[in-house]
T-cell receptor, first 114, second 114 residues
Framework: AQSVTQLDSHVSVSEGTPVLLRCNYSSSYSPSLFWYVQHPNKGLQLLLKYTSAATLVKGINGFEAEFKKSETSFHLTKPSAHMSDAAEYFCVVSEVGSARQLTFGSGTQLTVLP | KAGVTQTPRYLIKTRGQQVTLSCSPISGHRSVSWYQQTPGQGLQFLFEYFSETQRNKGNFPGRFSGRQFSNSRSEMNVSTLELGDSALYLC?????????????FGPGTRLTVT
């Protein structure tokens, strides 16, 4: 069985400071991991994905995430926050070889202060 | 390439009625999945279709059903609507069923049950 825990429901940063959104996962098999972002009244947009290649994954809009198997973590980072980054972020796991099903974390609401 | 489209975008129904939501995947994508998003339960997997067959189903009552057509377009149906069915229903398409393929989400259909 697969599961995802997003450790913070809300994160608040000042514009221009680093962003860290934390995610731990549990998976019986080799997982694929994703980060999605959802702006208000919008659908989900893929930020980046990990599928057993490089452990440091670069995504869109300056975001990146590092897969750490020993810590079962997949934290999302960005060196410098922008006002447009304010949104809800979801960490997602999908097990390679299993039926096609995404398991979502509960989400982290990112607020960017001017 | 056009993204995932969902119709209608907004819907208001009365308890006891039934509703059908439509999803057109990205051209060439063969897997279509449906998710329900609510403030209380977050994002939950409903079902996945591939080659006109339901391949996987989440933990929802039988009132929730769906189908996929030969052109990969999909519909989901909810019968005997309950107040708790009020939610954002998201459709996602993927090139294939393997977990390494990311899912692309539509903007969603906002269903309100009164």
């Amino acid at each position: 069985a697969q599961s995802v825990t997003q450790l913070d429901s809300h994160v608040s940063v000042s514009e221009g400071t680093p962003v860290l959104l934390r995610c731990n996962y549990s998976s019986s098999y080799s997982p694929s991991l994703f980060w999605y972002v959802q702006h208000p009244n919008k659908g989900l947009q893929l930020l980046l994905k990990y599928t057993s290649a490089a452990t440091l994954v670069k995504g869109i809009n300056g975001f990146e995430a590092e897969f750490k198997k020993s810590e079962t973590s997949f934290h999302l980072t960005k060196p410098s926050a922008h006002m447009s980054d304010a949104a809800e972020y979801f960490c997602v796991v999908s097990e390679v070889g299993s039926a096609r099903q995404l398991t979502f974390g509960s989400g982290t609401q990112l607020t960017v202060l001017p | 390439k056009a993204g995932v489209t969902q119709t209608p975008r907004y819907l208001i129904k009365t308890r006891g009625q039934q509703v059908t939501l439509s999803c057109s995947p990205i051209s060439g994508h063969r897997s279509v999945s449906w998710y329900q998003q609510t403030p209380g339960q977050g994002l939950q997997f409903l079902f996945e279709y591939f080659s006109e067959t339901q391949r996987n189903k989440g933990n929802f009552p039988g009132r929730f059903s769906g189908r996929q057509f030969s052109n990969s377009r999909s519909e989901m149906n909810v019968s005997t609507l309950e107040l708790g069915d009020s939610a954002l229903y998201l459709c996602a398409s993927s090139l294939d069923r393997s977990a390494i393929y990311e899912q692309y989400f539509g903007p969603g259909t906002r269903l309100t049950v009164t």
